[in-house]
């Protein structure tokens, strides 16, 4: 699957998608930075409730296909724009992490 693919799902909405084509290989969840940093695997979903500037650099240095902002998280425009320019897609759902999870796991993820 791709980002493009899971962001057109009815609970997904694309925020940024600079790489709308990377494959999706698995997910995890997690809010502490340095958690993420040491687990997160290349080429994941990154499942966050975090939206602010260290998310992107997170994100990078894990190497995960999107990040998906759960619980109707919406970022700040400067969030996006820096996204935009690092290469890194954005997704948004109003689920909970737990129901986006699901969610992930009935599309095959």
């Given amino acids: 699957m791709t980002v493009r693919e ?3 799902h009815p609970d997904f909405s694309p925020i940024a998608m600079p790489n709308p084509d990377r494959e999706v290989k698995g997910a995890y969840i997690g809010d502490l ?12 979903l990154w499942l966050t409730i975090m939206s602010n500037v260290n998310v992107l650099a997170v994100a990078s240095l894990a190497d995960v296909s999107a990040v998906i902002l759960t619980e109707g998280v919406t970022p700040e425009s400067d969030i996006i724009t820096a996204a935009s320019e ?13 129901g986006a999870a699901r969610v992930l796991v009935a599309l095959g993820l």
Avoid: F, Q
């Fill in 6 to 8: 899971l962001a057109s």
């Fill in 86 to 98: 690092k290469g890194i897609n954005l997704i948004s759902t109003s689920l909970p992490s737990y």
């Fill in 33 to 44: 930075l340095s958690w993420v940093m040491g687990r997160a695997k290349a080429d994941t």
